[in-house]
């Protein structure tokens, strides 16, 4: 109990030196607080929403940005030591960056509540199509998720596991990992595909023995997956097509499964872009950095 309170005495007094105006002896203390992690942050948040000092909230406000950073770096370093094997867990970290406060048990009840509805109705006699048809009710007639291209209001917000939680709404990405993190949860050869202006999936033939998958074949996918708009499937002469419209040089890993390490860095530099042009620079650099933690 002793140690506790001194450490909350040390914390409370460093947050106290905010106000510090010599330059060096502000980035001491900025080192001290940022080192004590996820503890520092409830006495930061209450001493900035009690201060009218416009600098004080500024530096408080940097350093739970800072920390939460932090956080989400060795978050993001773990998931990729693993394999990345679990995208929800990436994808949450992401969103808790995003938005502090979101709640992880009920984002993650919320996940496995759709998942275990789409297990509850598959089977292992079930044709790939017939297995896509069991997540596409599920996802989108039972549970009502819609793609939305053109958002009403905030774009940002799209990218947010718990906006498309809640609001059963999402953009080509989100929907697309969402869907991806179910299917791969019961072990569906679901790969996402890496096609520049459009997130889409495909199912590989599961007469294959699993294998890295930068390994595969394109004449190992059975057909695509289009989370956006309802799971549609379509093939690879469709996938071409629209490179041909992006006026796109073809490449091979347009038309090929990648990586979930490839998703999340994908999904880091889209929402980079987006908070860059709401205008956070400090916020949009912090993203793109931790691509840096995905390897």
Wanted: proline content about 2%; glycine content about 4%; aromatic content about 8%.
């Amino acid at each position: 109990m002793s140690i506790k309170l001194d450490i909350n005495s040390e914390l409370k007094a460093l947050v106290s030196l905010l106000d510090e105006p010599n330059e060096d002896n502000f980035i001491s203390v900025r080192s001290k607080i940022s080192a004590y992690g996820i503890e520092a942050i409830a006495l930061l948040e209450e001493a900035s929403s009690t201060s009218s000092d416009h600098d004080f909230i500024e530096r408080s406000t940097d350093i739970i940005s800072e920390i939460y950073f932090d956080l989400t770096f060795k978050a993001l370093n773990s998931w990729s030591d693993n394999e990345g094997v679990d995208l929800m867990k990436a994808f949450l970290s992401i969103s808790k960056m995003l938005n502090h406060d979101i709640d992880t048990a009920k984002y993650l009840a919320d996940f496995e509540k759709i998942r275990r509805d789409v297990w509850l109705e598959l089977n292992d006699n079930l044709t790939a199509l017939e297995k896509i048809r069991v997540l596409n009710h599920v996802i989108y007639d039972y549970h009502e998720f819609e793609g939305q291209r053109t958002p009403n209001g905030d774009k940002l917000k799209l990218y947010y596991l718990d906006h498309l939680l809640d609001n059963k709404r999402g953009n080509a990405l989100s929907l697309g990992i969402l869907y991806l993190a179910i299917a791969q949860n019961l072990n569906l050869p679901i790969y996402g595909v890496d096609l520049p202006g459009h997130f889409v999936l495909c199912y590989l033939d599961e007469k294959i023995n699993l294998k890295p998958v930068n390994e595969y074949n394109t004449d190992e996918v059975l057909f695509y997956l289009n989370a956006l708009n309802k799971g549609a499937v379509f093939t690879v002469n469709e996938v071409n097509g629209f490179v041909n419209q992006m006026n796109l040089k073809p490449e091979k890993k347009y038309i090929s499964p990648c990586s979930n390490k490839t998703i999340i860095k994908r999904l880091l530099q889209e929402v980079s872009q987006e908070v860059k042009l709401k205008g956070d620079e400090n916020k949009s650099m912090m993203l793109l950095n931790l691509v840096g933690a995905v390897h």
